[in-house]
Structure formats: C-alpha cells, structure tokens
C-alpha cells in the first residue's frame, strides 16, 4: 500500500522516499555546520576575551609617554621609551625582579619537596583520622592572608618574647608565608594525583630489586611529573603575582618584589600616574610566566596523555 502511495505521489509531482532522505541528510548536515560555526564562533570570542587585556596592555606600553591614556588600538608612534623609564635607576626594578626571582623560585622548590613528600604518604600509607587530615590541610589555604598579617608582622618584628625573631626585610619573611599558602594547594592536588597511580608499579619495582625510596624515584615519580610540572607552575604564577605579603614584610625598597615595586612607580612630577611605563612593567613582569607554561606545555601535555602501563 505504501508502494503505491509513493509511486502515485511520484506520478502527481509529489516527493519521493529517496528526496525525502536526501534532503533530511542536508538538513542535518546543516545543523552540524551551523553548530560548528557558533563553537568557532564561541572559542574565537573566549580567545579574544583573554587576549585583549594583555593586547592593551602591550600597545600601551609602546606609546609616547606623552600620550598617556590614549585609545588608539595601535601605537602611532611606537616607542620603547616607556620600557627605558621601567629600568630608570630610581625604581631599581631590575632589582625587584631578581627578588621576585628568588622569592617565587625558592617557594616553589619547597612547595614540590615538602608536597610531594606529604602527598605519596597520604596517598600511600593508612592511618586513622587521615580523611580529617586532608581536610585540615586544605582548610589551612581557605584563610584570608589579611587575617594573619597582624600575627606574623608581630612575629617577624620580634614582638613575641619566646620568639625573637627579626625577619622584617628578609627572604624568609616573603618566603615562609607564601609557602604556608602554596604547600597545602600542592599537598592536596598531588594527593589525588598519586592515588590515580596503581601499587602495584612499586610492588613490580620491588620484585625487580628495588626498595621503596628506589621505587617511588624511579617508577612513581615520573610517572607523577604531569602533576608536578603543573602544581609547579601554579605555585610559581601566584607566589610572583602575590602583593600584600610581600608589601607587608618587604617594605625596604631593596627587598620590593616586581608588583611592589610597580605600585610605587611616580611619573614625572612624582604626582602623576605613568601609564606607559605601569603597562611596560607589567609586559616585563608577565613574559617570564609566558615563557613558563611554554617550556613546560609539551612535558604536561605528553605526562596527561601517558598511561601508568606506559
């Protein structure tokens, strides 16, 4: 019956059965290129929402100086005059990046040593109350860093008599806290990082003649080296882009780290902002994380897609 319905229809003008799948196959494959465009659409407006700022940021950097907040999207004149005023010998910002350097570098080497360590026990070893542990340990990071300036300034100055300490200015004082802050981070994502990673490597390791410190060196910390690399560079991006402590405890313009330091740039007149020469610091102070990730893209993009049998 349904024959002759077609046929009959086919005969009258109508639409066969193969048009019909046809022009369904069409509509579909419309839809699938209409969904595409509007995800390309989507990315590129993503792409563009994190590029712009850092954009702007590098066009105004390569104004006169005298332009000051203008709107032009592209510098007209381009000057490097504003990256010579960066390094002009009263801000002494070659000097706070080195600070920076060594702060953010330092902190991070103890984060991954101290984390890694207290991350495999956690992962590994049972113990009672170890939920709760875990769970202290990531409450630590949850504090404001303003709630506990008063009582390390106190402490750092050698306020307290059982703990005469006198850090103001020093390395320790901008490095312990931010340590106190990266640690806990570390411990926690490196955690559910390692139980992902099967025993039985290590006990493979050990039945081939090595020991335990042998096997976690060989075997599970490569294979551990995607979570490593990335709490690394997450650990290194907010302790070199952190302001309060280091504005608390590293008052004295030697021990400025680079947002101090930038936030204490004057123009001319000691009374006016320079733009030019804030927007050049901050493309300065943002290549080194840029270079960062680049070097270490390749070595966490090949650790993801690597199995524990690989």
């Given at each position: 019956?349904?024959?002759?319905?077609?046929?009959?229809?086919?005969?009258?003008?109508?639409?066969?059965?193969?048009?019909?799948?046809?022009?369904?196959?069409?509509?579909?494959?419309?839809?699938?290129?209409?969904?595409?465009?509007?995800?390309?659409?989507?990315?590129?407006?993503?792409?563009?929402?994190?590029?712009?700022p850092f954009y702007w940021m590098v066009v105004s950097s390569l104004r006169l100086p005298t332009m000051g907040r203008s709107t032009d999207l592209?510098?007209?004149?381009?000057?490097?005059?504003?990256?010579?005023?960066?390094?002009?010998?009263?801000?002494?910002?070659?000097?706070?990046?080195?600070?920076?350097?060594?702060?953010?570098?330092?902190?991070?080497?103890?984060?991954?040593?101290?984390?890694?360590?207290?991350?495999?026990?956690?992962?590994?070893?049972?113990?009672?109350?170890?939920?709760?542990?875990?769970?202290?340990?990531?409450?630590?990071?949850?504090?404001?860093?303003?709630?506990?300036?008063?009582?390390?300034?106190?402490?750092?100055?050698?306020?307290?008599?059982?703990?005469?300490?006198?850090?103001?200015?020093?390395?320790?004082?901008?490095?312990?806290?931010?340590?106190?802050?990266?640690?806990?981070?570390?411990?926690?994502?490196?955690?559910?990082?390692?139980?992902?990673?099967?025993?039985?490597?290590?006990?493979?390791?050990?039945?081939?003649?090595?020991?335990?410190?042998?096997?976690?060196?060989?075997?599970?910390?490569?294979?551990?080296?995607?979570?490593?690399?990335t709490t690394a560079i997450i650990t290194f991006i907010a302790v070199w882009n952190e302001f309060m402590i280091a504005l608390t405890f590293g008052?004295?313009?030697?021990?400025?780290?680079?947002?101090?330091?930038?936030?204490?740039?004057?123009?001319?007149?000691?009374?006016?902002?320079?733009?030019?020469?804030?927007?050049?610091?901050?493309?300065?102070?943002?290549?080194?994380?840029?270079?960062?990730?680049?070097?270490?893209?390749?070595?966490?993009?090949?650790?993801?897609?690597?199995?524990?049998?690989?």
């Open positions: 019956m349904s024959t002759d319905v077609t046929v009959a229809s086919s005969a009258q003008g109508g639409t066969t059965e193969e048009e019909l799948q046809h022009l369904q196959r069409n509509s579909g494959s419309g839809k699938q290129r209409a969904g595409r465009i509007l995800a390309y659409i989507g990315m590129a407006l993503i792409v563009l929402y994190c590029i712009l592209i510098p007209n004149p381009a000057s490097v005059e504003n990256y010579a005023a960066v390094f002009a010998p009263g801000n002494n910002f070659a000097r706070s990046l080195l600070n920076s350097l060594i702060v953010s570098g330092v902190t991070t080497v103890l984060t991954l040593v101290l984390g890694i360590l207290g991350a495999y026990a956690l992962a590994r070893l049972r113990f009672a109350l170890k939920g709760i542990v875990l769970g202290i340990i990531i409450a630590c990071s949850m504090f404001p860093q303003v709630t506990l300036l008063i009582p390390l300034l106190k402490m750092f100055t050698g306020t307290y008599e059982w703990l005469p300490l006198n850090w103001m200015n020093t390395y320790q004082a901008l490095i312990l806290p931010s340590l106190s802050f990266a640690l806990p981070l570390c411990v926690w994502n490196l955690t559910a990082f390692f139980r992902q990673l099967p025993v039985e490597l290590e006990y493979a390791a050990m039945v081939d003649g090595c020991g335990p410190m042998q096997a976690f060196f060989r075997v599970i910390l490569p294979l551990a080296a995607p979570g490593v690399f008052q004295d313009k030697d021990m400025n780290t680079a947002t101090v330091a930038i936030s204490k740039f004057t123009g001319a007149t000691g009374f006016d902002t320079p733009y030019g020469t804030i927007m050049a610091a901050g493309v300065i102070v943002t290549v080194p994380l840029i270079i960062a990730v680049l070097l270490f893209q390749r070595r966490i993009v090949a650790g993801l897609t690597a199995g524990g049998v690989k």
